[in-house]
């Protein structure tokens, strides 16, 4: 099996819980290393892989592929320097920190005939996974309402100063909000305007920290939410069509068994507890709906085939180009206090 030989451009908190160790289990993926600029950490948990003291040395490296998962305002400079250097690259959300940036990128990877992709695990969570399961088999029939949460008890501010400086990458609606704008998009498509109230509720913060965001389409409205204050968690994912309903709690478990050391595999990585089920209530019934396995490992097997085999990456930079513009226009709408056509 052909390997793809592959480089982070970071070993912080993504690099070391979300990169490495799929590539490291991936037969498709040989990891060689990591631009480690002050800290030299990847060689502890891999020792036979390279710090790279310099950009330049990944770029010179027999890399194939560049995981770009640095902030999210460096996304597209690094990114631009990858594909210059007629590599891959996989980056991280959100993409960029404007559309205009985003195009840019596509346009150039398609000129290189190269391989970009962005990394939106999330739509190989396990409550996401049965989200789409839901909606294929028609259990709840023409979707009218449906809101999508991802929210946190975090009240402090982060101690990493580029979360909290107010660059344009640092906010909840770049980092959060674009996993549940992808969620929402890839469930229903691209609305046709929104809605959106962004503040910031946290003393002395410097960035936004909480959102709520309306996509308005023909035949459905879509509400999306996040914020630092939220102890109790409500279902994540509540979704009403003509037929049915289904509640479903945020609950997928790789992200917490990643930070106990927990070695990922094929066969029980991902599962859900019991308990953690969605409810669906449709044709008078009330039934707890079992939940998929969530899998990240899926994520590179279909990246892999996409280098390889010359497949479609599995998340396009189209679908991240419509991301970006609904962000702005969410940014657009909170600041004027209106509704903005897409």
Same mark, same amino acid.
């Given at each position: 099996m052909r390997q793809i030989k592959t480089a982070l451009l970071a070993y912080g908190g993504s690099g070391k819980l979300f990169h490495a160790p799929f590539l490291e289990v991936n037969d498709g993926f040989e990891l060689i290393g990591a631009y480690e600029r002050s800290t030299k950490n990847i060689q502890t948990d891999y020792p036979n892989v390279k710090s790279f003291?310099?950009?330049?040395g990944v770029l010179e490296s027999d890399a194939e592929l560049v995981v770009v998962n640095t902030p999210i305002d460096t996304h597209f400079e690094f990114t631009k320097n990858v594909l210059e250097a007629g590599k891959h690259a996989l980056v991280e959300k959100a993409f960029t920190t404007t559309s205009e940036e985003a195009e840019e990128l596509h346009k150039l990877a398609k000129e290189k005939n190269?391989?970009?992709? *962005? #990394? @939106?695990?999330?739509? !190989?969570?396990?409550?996401?996974?049965?989200v789409k399961k839901v909606l294929k088999e028609n259990y709840l029939g023409e979707i009218v309402e449906a809101e999508i949460r991802f929210e946190r008890y975090n009240p402090e501010l982060s101690p990493k100063a580029w979360k909290e400086n107010g660059n344009p990458g640092a906010s909840i609606l770049m980092d959060l909000g674009s996993h549940v704008i992808d969620q929402a998009l890839t469930l229903f498509g691209n609305p046709e305007k929104v809605f959106a109230d962004i503040r910031r509720i946290r003393e002395n913060t410097q960035i936004d920290d909480y959102f709520d965001i309306l996509l308005y389409y023909s035949d459905k409205r879509v509400r999306l939410k996040s914020s630092f204050f939220v102890k109790e968690m409500t279902p994540a994912f509540v979704l009403h069509g003509k037929k049915g309903s289904f509640l479903k709690h945020r609950a997928d478990v790789q992200e917490d068994e990643l930070k106990l050391g927990k070695i990922p595999n094929r066969e029980n990585w991902g599962n859900e507890p019991e308990d953690k089920t969605g409810l669906l209530v !449709?044709?008078?019934?009330? *039934?707890? /709906?079992?939940?998929? @396995?969530?899998? #990240?490992?899926? /994520? !590179?097997?279909?990246? #892999?085939?996409?280098? *390889? #085999?010359d497949k479609k990456v599995p998340v396009t930079t189209k679908q991240a180009l419509h991301t970006m513009k609904v962000i702005e226009a969410a940014k657009e709408s909170s600041e004027k206090g209106e509704v903005v056509f897409l």
């Open positions: 003291d310099t950009l330049e190269l391989k970009l992709c *962005v #990394y @939106q695990n999330r739509r !190989y969570d396990s409550d996401f996974r049965t !449709y044709n008078d019934r009330v *039934v707890n /709906f079992p939940t998929l @396995q969530g899998n #990240y490992l899926d /994520f !590179y097997d279909d990246l #892999y085939n996409a280098i *390889v #085999y």
